[in-house]
């Protein structure tokens, strides 16, 4: 729920970010973490005033400053890690059971 009345909240805050940074090397885009983050504590504000308009343009104002820059071709490889073997906790040899 809160990841998507992030995004609804945030469509006119990345138009307006779009037309200030057109002119850049990059495009830039809305940090969506700390968007959620500050979107947290006002969620109960929006949903139980009578009048959200006015919270609706502070996020949209706070969310607009802090934008991160969209890399293309950024892709770095994962890093498998080993799976756990299935069935029960094999123990070090060194492991004295108590009873």
């Not at 809305?30 to 006015?54: C, H, S, Y």
């Amino acid at each position: 729920f809160l990841s998507n009345l992030q995004e609804i909240i945030s469509k006119p805050a990345q138009e307006k970010i779009h037309h200030e940074v057109s002119k850049r090397k990059y495009d830039y885009q809305i940090n969506k973490n700390t968007a959620i983050g500050i979107m947290k504590n006002r969620v109960i504000g929006l949903l139980l005033f009578k009048d959200p308009e006015k919270i609706l343009i502070q996020l949209q104002n706070l969310f607009a400053q802090y934008i991160e820059p969209v890399r293309p071709n950024r892709k770095l490889p994962r890093v498998k890690k080993l799976k756990r073997r299935s069935g029960k906790y094999k123990t070090l040899t060194n492991y004295k059971r108590a009873i």
